[in-house]
């Protein structure tokens, strides 16, 4: 079995209920409609009714059994513009701009689960990362004692060798463009929860850069650095090890060589970029280069469950995307 099969497992043993606002788009309809057919969980199709009904017919999916949520006369419509009102009173915005907010169904749709109407939101797949994120943190907010918010996506289909056989974590490639040392140790510890709480790994952090041990010095090295020590600090339990290069935190030779004693080297399975642009570039080369597949990003940090995906998502990906979000708001009832 492998591990989407694994997670998708998980995910039915309590369904949660899936709010999806982009409900016309053909990949969204058809991952809703696997994952009421597998059973992961409860879709709640956010929309216009005869839109979304128009769409899913002119693709042949019946959605016949799946829940649409008008969120233009939606019973509790009013309520919940009272409590973006209250959420956002600095901003001393009108009745009208509190409509026009609600215009863009994923302000709707995070608002649904703040007022417990779902369990979770999935989207991206037609929103950019920038709408997700003001949507998730303007109506949801951080959770409890997070000072950042980030992303890790997932990577499998890799040799075997890698990670936790062929599949690991890397972070972030979407939401902290420049992280400072605090930052990216926030990163590291949020990436590794999401391995324990969502994927039941034991973390192996390797802290990249382009530099190993010292053998170069510059401000950018440091930082991971101090990164590094400060997640040792405060999650001595992880095993964690930077700064490393790519070649020595996954060629257990290389990693011999140029970092002897390393609890990490050879077998990381969370690798930790020092910047977006890293990241990003890394995961989009994996994925094209390699056919590897790339399932998020997967947004820690935020008291609502919401997830992230590439608009270049297929509808397998959005399927995936579903069974990642339910078993993070499973976890976050527990």
Do not use: W
């Given at each position: ?275 977006i642009g890293s990241a990003n570039i890394g995961h989009k080369l994996l994925r094209v280069m390699c056919g590897a597949d790339v399932f998020g990003p997967i947004l820690q940090g935020l008291a609502i469950p919401c997830s992230d995906m590439s608009r270049g998502a297929n509808a397998h990906d959005v399927y995936v995307n579903i069974i990642l979000t339910a078993l993070k708001a499973r976890r976050r009832t527990l």
């Amino acid at each position: 079995m492998d591990l989407i099969e694994k997670l998708a497992e998980r995910a039915r043993e309590r369904k949660m209920r899936v709010a999806m606002p982009e409900a016309t788009d053909e990949r969204t309809l058809r991952a809703a409609r696997k994952a009421v057919d597998t059973g992961v969980a409860l879709p709640l199709l956010v929309g216009d009714e005869k839109q979304i009904r128009a769409a899913a017919q002119k693709i042949g999916v019946p959605i016949h059994d799946i829940a649409i949520v008008d969120p233009f006369h939606h019973p509790s419509l009013e309520r919940f513009h009272e409590e973006y009102a209250q959420l956002r009173r600095k901003e001393n915005l009108t009745p009208e701009q509190i409509r026009d907010v609600f215009k863009h169904l994923a302000y709707f749709s995070v608002m649904m689960a703040r007022f417990g109407l779902c369990d979770a939101v999935t989207m991206g797949a037609v929103y950019t990362t920038a709408d997700v994120m003001r949507a998730a943190i303007k109506v949801g907010g951080v959770a409890e004692g997070v000072k950042t918010v980030s992303a890790s996506v997932l990577i499998t289909g890799l040799n075997p060798k890698f990670g936790e056989t062929g599949a690991m974590l890397m972070a972030d490639p979407a939401v902290v463009i420049d992280p400072d040392a605090g930052q990216l140790a926030d990163i590291a510890i949020a990436t590794a929860d999401t391995a324990i709480d969502i994927f039941g790994f034991e973390p192996r952090i390797a802290m990249l850069s382009f530099s190993t041990k010292g053998s170069a010095k510059h401000p950018l090295q440091q930082k991971v650095v101090d990164a590094t020590e400060t997640v040792k600090a405060r999650r001595p339990e992880l095993l964690i090890d930077g700064e490393l290069q790519s070649d020595a935190a996954l060629d257990a030779a290389i990693g011999r060589s140029k970092a002897p004693g390393s609890p990490v080297c050879g077998r990381p399975n969370i690798l930790i970029y020092p910047d977006i642009g890293s990241a990003n570039i890394g995961h989009k080369l994996l994925r094209v280069m390699c056919g590897a597949d790339v399932f998020g990003p997967i947004l820690q940090g935020l008291a609502i469950p919401c997830s992230d995906m590439s608009r270049g998502a297929n509808a397998h990906d959005v399927y995936v995307n579903i069974i990642l979000t339910a078993l993070k708001a499973r976890r976050r009832t527990l």
